[in-house]
């Protein structure tokens, strides 16, 4: 099992700034790459960004000059540092890992895991 704790959420004004954590813990071989997901009301949930155990990341369009994400390999952790915050931030963020586990110390499951989210509101 892989648990995934998020952090960090809550409500800004236009303008402002968050940074969310999200620590996992488990039975953890591997984790090969994290990321934030955001789903507003009513939308799809899409990809905020993403970055892979060696670094490389994945921004979306609508936040890349304002957000930026982090990872500490060695903690399993993963930061999105958030600065202009617009309105259209608003949603439930959600913190989400592609990792591998073990079962019963034999078998072993790559999977993807998300954690249950946490709410940013940005306005004024």
């Known amino acids: 099992q892989v648990q995934l704790v998020e952090s960090g959420g809550g409500l800004v004004q236009p303008g402002g700034s968050l940074r969310l954590s999200c620590a996992a813990s488990?039975?953890?071989?591997?984790?090969?790459?994290m990321g934030w997901y955001r789903q507003a009301p009513g939308k799809q949930r899409e990809l905020v960004a993403g970055?892979?155990?060696?670094?490389?990341?994945n921004i979306a369009d609508s936040v890349k000059g304002r957000f930026t994400i982090s990872r500490d390999t060695a903690k399993n952790t993963v930061s999105l540092q958030m600065n202009s915050l617009k309105p259209e931030d608003t949603a439930v963020y959600y913190c989400?890992?592609?990792?591998?586990?073990?079962?019963?110390?034999?078998?072993?499951?790559?999977?993807?895991?998300w954690g249950q989210g946490t709410q940013v509101t940005v306005s004024s």
């Open positions: 488990g039975s953890i071989i591997n984790i090969n790459a």
């Open positions: 970055i892979t155990s060696g670094g490389n990341t």
């Open positions: 989400n890992a592609d990792a591998t586990t073990t079962y019963r110390g034999i078998h072993y499951l790559r999977g993807d895991y």
